[in-house]
């Protein structure tokens, strides 16, 4: 089990949708144009009361139980002691096991490599004291890191309507939605 987990934290109230945190994970990784490791969704209005466009940007969830890691024949996941589930592009025989298993839909298919490949929360970045990229390259700050054992923000939420029940996989993503992102500004006046 990991001794830490880190996670995102995803605020849908800042976020506007303009894709730059995928084109942040493209550039980093020059990933093939189909597999997109991150993915910015449009939230439902009938899920929302508010009128306006309200978005939210999602990848592996680094869950604390990953269906990914318990499914794959090959053992080509694993999860490090800070909580990021890797998964092993030698190892993979691109069967999409773990695609099939995931409710969050986070491993994607690259029919390219005939292999799965998905967010590994930029560990390469985070040993050379940076932040992931798409984090680092949130203009609107919708992003970002965070250590889950250390973060304790009552309206924070562990999902959102439509999302996979959190107790499949316990998700290391923490959402605030656009109705409780309007609830915090007004109570910080």
């Not at 945190?21 to 550039?27: F, S």
């Amino acid at each position: 089990m990991a001794k830490k987990q880190l996670g995102f934290l995803i605020n849908s109230e800042r976020c506007v949708g303009c894709h730059g945190c995928e084109m942040a994970c493209k550039n980093e990784y020059q990933i093939d144009v189909k597999p997109r490791w991150r993915r910015v969704y449009l939230l439902e209005e009938k899920e929302y009361s508010a009128p306006e466009r309200n978005h939210m940007s999602i990848a592996c969830n680094h869950c604390a139980n990953p269906a990914c890691q318990k499914v794959c024949p090959v053992d080509a996941y694993s999860k490090r002691e800070d909580g990021i589930v890797m998964q092993d592009q030698e190892k993979c025989i691109g069967c999409k096991s773990c695609i099939k298993a995931c409710p969050y839909n986070a491993p994607q298919f690259n029919v390219n490599l005939k292999k799965v490949e998905k967010c590994e929360l930029c560990y390469e970045r985070l040993a050379a004291g940076k932040k992931p990229a798409c984090v680092d390259n949130c203009v609107v700050g919708a992003l970002d890191l965070i250590e889950l054992s250390g973060f304790h923000k009552s309206k924070v939420k562990r999902s959102l309507p439509g999302f996979p029940n959190p107790n499949l996989t316990n998700p290391s993503v923490r959402f605030i939605s656009p109705n409780i992102g309007r609830q915090i500004r007004s109570d910080s006046k």
